[in-house]
């Protein structure tokens, strides 16, 4: 609630509760770098305003639909469903008990032109959440080129 120009309270319209519906700014389309804000009280529409690419954060809460641990921690296979009917996919690897890098993020099947590191508008709060609870344990990222070095 925020005060209006009598003193009083009224609603505000507020970005949904992902980081990723954030205000101005906010977003940012992985395929041609947009940056753009989005205010409402539904999750964003997940498309870019710019290019009109999917490639473009979640919207709303991620919801798992499908995971795959390959054998001794190899790798790891996460499908999420965001609130506009997009499939979220990531391929990721383990390099250390507590450690994943990243190999592949989709959207709706088509990987995004930007690098899929932990820094992508592509990976979302859950992605993290999810992994910790498969391991146990709170978990990190790491850049696919520092995971080769």
């Known amino acids: 609630m925020a005060p209006d120009d009598s003193g009083r309270s009224r609603p505000t319209t507020a970005a949904h509760s992902s980081?990723?519906?954030?205000?101005?700014?906010?977003?940012?389309?992985?395929?041609?770098?947009h940056r753009y804000g989005y205010l409402g009280r539904e999750p964003?529409?997940?498309?870019?305003?710019?290019?009109?690419?999917?490639?473009v954060p979640p919207a709303g809460d991620l919801k798992l639909t499908a995971g795959r641990?390959?054998?001794?921690?190899?790798?790891?296979?996460?499908?999420f469903r965001?609130?506009?009917?997009?499939?979220?996919a990531y391929a990721l690897t383990a390099v250390?008990?507590?450690?994943?890098?990243?190999?592949e993020a989709t959207v709706d099947g088509s990987a995004a032109t930007a690098?899929?590191?932990?820094?992508?508008?592509?990976?979302?709060?859950?992605?993290?959440?999810?992994?910790?609870d498969l391991v146990g344990t709170p978990v990190s990222f790491t850049p696919a080129a520092?995971?080769?070095?």
Do not use: M
């Open 69 to 79: 641990l390959l054998p001794e921690w190899a790798g790891v296979d996460l499908r």
């Open 146 to 149: 520092s995971a080769d070095e």
């Open 82 to 88: 965001d609130a506009s009917g997009r499939v979220f």
């Open 96 to 103: 250390g008990p507590k450690t994943f890098t990243i190999l």
């Open 115 to 132: 690098d899929p590191g932990p820094d992508s508008p592509l990976v979302d709060d859950s992605l993290g959440e999810t992994l910790a």
């Open 19 to 33: 980081r990723s519906d954030a205000g101005a700014g906010g977003l940012q389309c992985a395929d041609c770098g």
């Open 44 to 55: 964003h529409p997940g498309r870019c305003p710019a290019c009109d690419s999917r490639a």
